[in-house]
């Protein structure tokens, strides 16, 4: 009897270690969508995104439990934030406590931007609305989005945000163009919370988030690189490209004149952004949007 019970103890122990290691829900082969922050098992972030998370009832642990002692900074709206520069194992992101944002919608008949509003509530309370659907770490919510400053690797341009998971990658795709010579960033525009996609509802509003409310795209020289529609093939590199397509926002795209300022398939700057990202000069479709990478393209 004492052998039997031994042998069903010594199952019993193995049965547990094995359901132990069994994986979140989210890190399923068959799952491809990436992990819900929120979510209280904790996801192996590392090789997807370059961050960890610190949950709240983890608050009192020591910092090097969760790696190495977290360097913090601050967006302009006094949101910690993790520095774009740090790598995955500095990077100890705490989940913010509120979501703030100040958002719009295209009215497509007036052709500009309009039914301006402001949102201020708790973390928590974020919707899947408010989540990109592509990456759910990623938020229309302001304190998640980290400051790049291109003075820092010497471009004058406006500073921009950028969603955490992506920023660390974006900052250094846009050093890699500057310490390249080959192309001047003059313009750039990163999170800008806005419903410009999507259906249009009886007032003539789009109603989908773009990839910018998150924080996960980039415009990079607009002025240069405009958005055309009414295009039958791909964009290349040529100002022929886009001969018998209709400009839209933007400006006109020249890349022969204009070398140094126009994406192209050979630029140095469509080499950096689809290392992780994919171009709006590629997307399906007869619309493209030369100045733009995104988490989807579009």
């Not at 132990?20 to 995104?49: F, G, V, Y």
Request: charged share 30%; proline share 7%; with cysteine.
């Amino acid at each position: 009897m004492r052998r039997v019970a031994w042998m069903i103890g010594l199952m019993m122990m193995f049965s547990g270690l094995a359901f132990a290691q069994e994986p979140c829900p989210s890190e399923a082969p068959e799952i491809q969508k990436p992990a819900d922050p929120n979510e209280k098992c904790r996801p192996d972030l590392t090789n997807d995104a370059p961050v960890l998370f610190v949950f709240p009832e983890d608050d009192k642990k020591p910092a090097e439990d969760a790696g190495r002692k977290p360097a913090e900074d601050r967006n302009p709206d006094g949101a910690k934030q993790v520095r774009a520069s740090q790598t995955p194992a500095d990077a100890v992101r705490k989940l913010p406590e509120t979501c703030t944002y100040k958002a719009y919608a295209w009215d497509t008949k007036k052709k500009r931007s309009t039914d301006h509003f402001t949102v201020s509530k708790p973390y928590r309370d974020v919707t899947d609305d408010e989540r990109d659907p592509n990456a759910p770490q990623c938020t229309i919510c302001s304190e998640d989005q980290v400051t790049i400053d291109p003075a820092e690797f010497g471009v004058k341009a406006d500073v921009i945000r950028i969603c955490h998971v992506y920023a660390p990658q974006v900052r250094q795709a846009l050093e890699a163009i500057a310490k390249s010579g080959a192309f001047d960033i003059e313009k750039l525009e990163g999170y800008r919370p806005g419903r410009t996609r999507g259906k249009i509802d009886k007032n003539g509003l789009r109603t989908e988030w773009s990839n910018h409310s998150f924080g996960a795209a980039i415009d990079i020289n607009a002025h240069r690189n405009a958005i055309y529609s009414s295009c039958p093939d791909k964009i290349v590199g040529h100002a022929s490209d886009v001969k018998n397509c209709k400009k839209g926002i933007g400006g006109a795209y020249m890349p022969e004149k204009q070398p140094r300022v126009s994406i192209t398939r050979d630029s140095v700057v469509y080499r950096e952004m689809t290392k992780f990202w994919k171009w709006g000069g590629e997307i399906e479709g007869t619309t493209k949007d030369i100045m733009h990478f995104s988490i989807t393209g579009y």
